[in-house]
Nanobody, 126 residues
Framework: QVQLAESGGGLVQAGGSLRLSCAASGRTFSSYATGWFRQAPGKEREFVAAIRRSGSSTYYADSVKGRFTISRDNAKNTMYLQMTGLKPQDTAVYYC???????????????????WGQGTQVTVSA
């Protein structure tokens, strides 16, 4: 089992920045690839970004590429999402998630992730 807890959400004006954190406990964090998803009211949960267990490879949704940066610190069992240039359409509940990182390809759909946090609200005002 991996327990995940997000923090860092809040209210920010358009163009502003926020940094989300995801603290992990339980099984060895460094064995898991991790990612961020978001869900806006009335919409499906969507992929935002993911990072391999070593941090060597990162993946982003086109909608956030160039504005968001995913990173992790395995010594601290923590993953981060630095968000800049925030837009009102970025408003959503943001979730962190984890999947065992095997030698095979990394799934970027929600069903590929086994462990989830409770989510943190990000609201961007116009």
């Amino acid at each position: 089992q991996v327990q995940l807890a997000e923090s860092g959400g809040g209210l920010v004006q358009a163009g502003g920045s926020l940094r989300l954190s995801c603290a992990a406990s339980g099984r060895t964090f460094s064995s898991y690839a991790t990612g961020w998803f978001r869900q806006a009211p009335g919409k499906e949960r969507e992929f935002v970004a993911a990072i391999r267990r070593s941090g060597s490879s990162t993946y982003y949704a086109d909608s956030v590429k160039g504005r968001f940066t995913i990173s992790r610190d395995n010594a601290k069992n923590t993953m981060y999402l630095q968000m800049t240039g925030l837009k009102p359409q970025d408003t959503a509940v943001y979730y962190c998630a984890a999947q065992f990182d095997s030698k095979y390809g990394l799934g970027l759909d929600p069903g590929s992730f086994d462990y989830w946090g409770q989510g943190t609200q990000v609201t961007v005002s116009a």
